[in-house]
């Protein structure tokens, strides 16, 4: 059984048609890219598998359980964490105040340990706990707004363009970030990236949509052979 199965999903914005047909599974602990250009409907199926968006049409399973008109916050129970695309963080709360707003109540006792174990994995944010978070780099930011995602304790952990506006050097730290997350907590990830070739060194498999629905998919290193997506991706 798969972690996470679309499909056949449907969905858009009046009368925009983002997502024509999205079929596309995750196993347990998989690290899976999503490429395409620009408005190929990568963020709407983010915000399918999330709960921000109903679709039209089609299934979402989670886990075997049909979360396809589950609410958004449910579904962080259940384990899917998403971060979505602009650090979205609150500017006017401390960095430990951002954390704290991510913690999904497991049991309260539990909240120090969790905000502990963010602090290990970021020691940056450990320096900064009692900064408002407007106040940080975009580096920072984005590494707050991971680990805000990680607070609820997700098994599949969404990621909408962590790289953009980064500079190379901290690009190259969240990915090793990823990665150790990836490795360490077997934890599944779903990795909407323009940096193509990079996240196709990362994931073990990926997904590229065009115009809503997905074109090509296979393991990492078939798509970094593939003439399309090297003509349209990786520059090839
Ligand atoms: P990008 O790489 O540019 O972020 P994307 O692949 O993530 O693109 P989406 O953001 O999913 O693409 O957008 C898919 C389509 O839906 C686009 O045509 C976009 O203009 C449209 N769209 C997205 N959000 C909205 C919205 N809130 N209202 C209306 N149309 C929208």
Excluded: C
């Amino acid at each position: 059984m798969s972690l996470l199965e679309l499909r056949d999903v449907h969905a858009g914005y009046g009368a925009v048609r983002a997502a024509t047909g999205i079929d596309l599974t995750i196993d347990e602990g998989e690290f899976v890219v999503l490429l395409g250009p620009n408005g190929a409907g990568k963020s709407t199926t983010l915000r399918v598998i999330s709960g921000l968006l109903s679709p039209t049409a089609g299934s979402v399973h989670f886990r075997g359980e049909d979360v396809t008109r589950l609410p958004g916050w449910k579904r962080v129970g259940l384990g899917l964490g998403h971060v979505p695309e602009g650090r979205q963080v609150f500017s006017e709360h401390t960095v430990e105040e951002n954390l704290q707003l991510g913690f999904f109540p497991h049991r309260r006792d539990e909240i120090r340990a969790d905000l502990e174990q963010m602090y290990d994995l970021f020691p940056r944010l450990a320096d900064r706990s009692k900064q408002l978070a407007g106040t940080l780099s975009g580096g920072e930011a984005q590494m707050l707004a991971v680990a805000r995602a990680l607070m609820s304790r997700p098994s599949l952990l969404m990621l909408d363009e962590p790289s953009l506006g980064l500079a190379p050097l901290k690009v190259a730290e969240l990915f090793e970030y990823l990665s150790r997350l990836h490795q360490e907590r077997n934890l599944a990830i779903l990795l909407v990236e323009q940096q193509a070739r990079t996240a196709l060194q990362l994931a073990e498999r990926g997904y590229v949509l065009e115009r809503g629905r997905v074109v090509v998919s296979g393991p990492g290193a078939e798509l970094r052979d593939d003439p399309r997506v090297q003509a349209a991706y990786l520059g090839g």
